[in-house]
């Protein structure tokens, strides 16, 4: 099966699939059948077959899956074997909370520098690991250094002139939290993560029940 035939859902289960792998890989697991994963995840064996034979025949009938050779196809597959450079920008609450979140450097990603227009931030060092960069240092910092992901978690009101720069600074993917769409160029991919829409899809579940489907 070729790629480009792989719906974003599928993609975007795929994380799942790893968290769940890598979880019971820590309680000495050595196999898992498509069955045991749907008891796991909450999706059916045929979808979790079906996802996984896009991308290759990882299981055997009759054993079911090896938990650390899964494991290790879908760090390749979602990328997670290799090491990302990023750079923040905006050290408000969300900025701080992804900052703080030490599993992001467990899995590879560093944050090489954060950046804000904040005065009683600039200059700040944080943990005593990186110091804070005002935001009009961007451009000259981007060309100075190779960095794989920008993270925009700035007011929406400039976070399109920010995703501009990063494109034009050479980053490949920017992960945006700030509540407007973002239009990329340079052939930069962009995965925008909007609470309020969560929250929204919450809601409406909650309110209408009938229309969930686990």
Known sequence: MTKQNISLSVIKRLPKYYRY??????????????????EITGLTASQIRQ????FGCFGQQGYGYNVSELISELSKIIGVD?????VLIGYGNIGHALYKYRSFRDLGYEFKNVFDKDPDLVSEKIDG???VKN?????DYL??????IGIIATPKEVAQDI??????????????FSPVDLKVKNGVVIESVHLDESLFTLTYFMNSPEDFIF
């Open 129 to 131: 690991e990186v110091e």
């Open 135 to 139: 935001i009009d240092d961007l451009e």
């Open 143 to 148: 060309k100075e250094e190779k960095i794989d």
């Open 21 to 38: 792998l890598e979880s019971i890989n820590d309680k000495g697991i050595i196999r898992v059948s498509s069955k045991e994963l749907s």
């Open 163 to 176: 995703c501009d720069k990063l494109c034009e600074g050479g980053v490949k993917g920017i992960w945006n």
């Open 51 to 54: 996802d996984l034979n896009h």
């Open 82 to 86: 290799k090491k990302y450079s990023m």
